[in-house]
């Protein structure tokens, strides 16, 4: 707690100025507060008892001061929260998501989308309620009852004593339920983020639930967690409302003992009425914030569970360290010096070594899961391997800025992305300023133009994920992105597997047109691709085990003679 209670401190004193006129309301609040109690005395003694005429005056304008005062410090304060807490929410959101996206893909590949998600809304909600709500009440909430019990004492500090013995039988209860609560929250929060892990993960699989007519299954399944989301919760209501009752029975009793001893002695002549109401009114008014103590106390644990997590994701550290050099020139050469990667104490890819120079056409073939998709990946860091280094243009990828590297790779991938906006913005994603012409022109040579141009051109708008095209469309839309950024370095995984024969060819003879002085790595589902290849590697287990032309691995290799013979049966 105090751990993370240090990670905040920077931000209180960003905005020690709005926590200062938080304070300030806050104080003008708790002295309006003791002033109501105040107030009681000379209006009972001086204006009830001893009837005094400017009393009947003095009181109804004071009390008039006090609530405007009162309300001049809840506003303040109000706002002021408001300010710190909606501007800190919006600036840990951003924090997040910038972490999030920068983080290497390996990290994103293997956690839930949704959990992220629950993240940046839930937990950074219960974040912003802690620094903009918790802490000013906790400030407010102590201060009154301080105020308020160093004022009984002050009237009487024998009947205060009478008064204050239900306290600590107050508090030990109330810290058995804090506890309770806490370990509530915790799990209640946790479901949250499976919950919505799960509605994503239902959306994002919505055709194969249909398809298989598991839509009954997954509402089970759903149901399941969305139930006991509501007994988790229920379980934290059922707790959490005891306090109230159990509060109100001990405020009771304390009342009862202050008008059993504190009237005997207005009987006795000790006190005046007054006094007595004076005392009465102020003992009543601890209670509430006391109560609300309690309540912040089980609020703030939980507000930090949250905030926990969201501190743990602002400290993943990010596998892939960007380099420090500017990539100025085209890729010409690339290296792979006996790269091993590893995951999981598997070797994913395992002593590769190759050289390729501009110019040259490499088709990747292999069973699948043979490394294929890893081996290309490398090639933009979404892994660092183990051990062995990848070179270009004779320098290690690690040295380079990565946005400075990316910058001259195209990257068809094996699952086509398409985002909701124009044709044009997702051919030319990434540009600010697009070349319509060079749009239409990438559209072209991808053999996607006609079927955009009946769309009604580059401006037609397309659907997230491109669920208003055939996988084959969207295929080409990805080529064509690929195309538009002219980049030295071309990478294509299976890019092409959803298009028919003819329009593969039209588009494979319009690549060679971008491709000519520049470095093309095509993992090949097809004879025609392999065969206009001008080395072919085959993949088998991270292994490179076959490299040379068509003709030479035909030759030489008896496991890619097999593979051929299954190529020709394909096409
Ligand atoms: N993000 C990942 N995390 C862990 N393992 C992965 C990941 N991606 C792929 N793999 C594993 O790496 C191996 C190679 O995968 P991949 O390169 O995609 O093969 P290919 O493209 O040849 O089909 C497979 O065994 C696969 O299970
Ligand atoms: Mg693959």
């Known amino acids: 707690m105090k751990r993370i209670l240090k990670r905040f401190l920077p931000y209180i004193v960003e905005y020690k100025l709005y926590y200062l006129l938080v304070l300030v309301g806050v104080l003008l609040n708790v002295a309006s507060t003791a002033g109501t109690a105040y107030i009681m005395k000379p209006m009972m003694d001086d204006m009830f008892i001893a009837r005094e005429a400017k009393m009947m005056y003095i009181i109804p304008l004071s009390l008039i001061g006090i609530y405007a005062l009162k309300s001049l410090g809840r506003y303040m304060q109000s706002v002021s929260m408001a300010y710190i807490g909606t501007h800190i929410v919006t600036r840990f959101r951003e924090m997040l998501l910038e972490k999030i996206v920068l983080l290497d893909m390996a990290f994103l590949y293997l956690n839930r989308s949704g959990e992220l998600m629950s993240r940046i809304t839930n937990d950074v909600g219960r974040l912003q309620y802690f620094v903009a709500n918790l802490l000013p009440e906790l400030a407010r909430e102590s201060l009154s009852v301080a105020a308020l019990i160093g004022y009984v004492i002050y009237l009487d500090y024998k009947l205060a004593f009478y008064a204050l013995v239900v306290v600590p039988a107050v508090v030990y209860p109330l810290m058995f339920v804090a506890k309770k609560l806490k370990k509530y929250s915790h799990r209640s929060q946790e479901k949250n983020a499976d919950l919505l892990s799960r509605l994503n993960e239902v959306f994002n699989n919505i055709e194969i639930i249909k398809i298989n007519a598991t839509e009954n299954l997954e509402l089970e399944r759903f149901d399941e967690q969305n139930w006991q989301f509501f007994r988790i919760n229920m379980k934290s209501v059922y707790v959490g409302e005891l306090v109230s009752p159990f509060l109100e029975i001990s405020g009771a009793l304390g009342i009862a003992i202050i008008i059993y001893i504190g009237g005997s002695q207005v009987y006795a002549g000790e006190m005046t009425t007054g006094e007595f109401m004076a005392f009465l009114t102020a003992v009543g008014l601890v209670f509430k914030p006391l109560k609300n103590l309690g309540q912040i106390y089980s609020k703030i644990q939980d507000a930090l569970a949250a905030s926990e997590r969201v501190f743990a994701i602002l400290d993943i550290k990010n596998k892939i360290e960007d380099g420090s050099q500017e990539l100025k020139e085209d890729i010409r050469r690339i290296e792979y010096k006996d790269v091993v990667l590893e995951y999981e104490g598997k070797n994913l890819l395992d002593g590769i070594s190759l050289s390729i120079k501009k110019g040259e056409h490499i088709a990747v073939v292999g069973d699948s899961g043979g490394g294929k998709s890893t081996l290309v990946q490398l090639l933009l860091r979404y892994y660092d391997p183990k051990s062995g280094c990848i070179c270009i243009n004779d320098e290690d990828i690690r040295n380079f800025k990565l946005a400075s590297l990316k910058s001259h790779i195209s990257f068809v991938t094996q699952r086509i992305y398409i985002m909701h906006d124009t044709v044009a913005a997702n051919v030319a994603y990434g540009y600010e300023k697009r070349d319509e012409k060079r749009v239409v022109q990438a559209l072209k040579d991808a053999s996607a133009w006609d079927f955009v141009e009946k769309m009604g051109g580059i401006d037609a708008m397309l659907e997230e ?34 298009l028919d024969n003819e329009s593969e060819a039209k588009i494979q003879t319009a690549l060679k047109k971008y491709t000519k002085d520049k470095i093309s790595i095509t993992i090949a589902h097809r004879l025609s691709t392999i065969k206009d290849a001008d080395r072919i590697l085959f993949l088998r287990n991270g292994k490179i085990i076959a490299n040379g032309s068509f003709d030479e691995l035909l030759q030489n290799s008896d496991a890619f003679k097999k593979l051929a013979g299954k190529f020709r049966q394909d096409s």
């Open 465 to 498: 994920g491109g669920v208003n095209l055939s996988g084959g469309q969207r295929q080409r839309i990805a080529i064509a992105r690929a195309i538009y950024k002219h980049a030295s370095l071309l990478l294509f995984d299976e890019a092409t597997a959803a």
